[in-house]
């Protein structure tokens, strides 16, 4: 499985951003992607997530109602829509997958940078 993040860069508060994240090597019909984020310093956090099937979402409180989960299955893509950004929103992203039933995310892509500036 291979995940390629892209759309991070810089962005004012209040501005929106989206990600993209590519996603190859398996058919992902019983998968589900995520969002985590990493602030410097800080722990890596659960951003939300979509069941590439149905389409079902479910977000971390920090971010619902700013941000939506969508993905293309023709394309194989999932997007980070990202509204009302906020400084504390500053990290880097990651995208990754497991197989539904599985208890951890197994794949990682490589992290695209967002900074939200003041």
Same mark, same amino acid.
């Given at each position: 499985?291979?995940?390629?993040?892209?759309? +991070?860069?810089?962005?004012?508060?209040?501005?929106?951003?989206?990600? !993209?994240?590519?996603? !190859? +090597?398996?058919?992902?019909?019983?998968?589900?992607?995520?969002?985590?984020?990493?602030?410097?310093?800080?722990?890596?956090?659960?951003?939300?997530?979509? @069941?590439?099937?149905?389409?079902? $979402?479910?977000?971390?409180? !920090?971010?619902? +109602?700013?941000? $939506?989960?969508?993905?293309?299955?023709?394309?194989?893509?999932?997007?980070?829509?990202?509204?009302?950004?906020?400084?504390?929103?500053?990290?880097?992203?990651?995208?990754? $997958?497991?197989?539904? !039933?599985?208890?951890?995310?197994?794949? @990682? +892509?490589?992290?695209?940078?967002? $900074?939200?500036?003041?």
């Amino acid at each position: 499985v291979q995940l390629q993040a892209s759309g +991070g860069g810089l962005v004012q508060a209040g501005g929106s951003l989206r990600l !993209s994240c590519a996603a !190859s +090597g398996r058919t992902f019909s019983n998968y589900v992607m995520a969002w985590f984020r990493q602030a410097p310093g800080k722990e890596r956090e659960f951003v939300g997530r979509i @069941w590439w099937s149905n389409g079902i $979402t479910l977000y971390a409180d !920090s971010v619902k +109602g700013r941000f $939506t989960i969508s993905r293309d299955n023709a394309k194989n893509t999932v997007y980070l829509q990202m509204n009302s950004l906020k400084p504390e929103d500053t990290a880097v992203y990651y995208c990754v $997958t497991k197989v539904g !039933s599985s208890p951890q995310y197994d794949y @990682w +892509g490589q992290g695209t940078l967002v $900074t939200v500036s003041s």
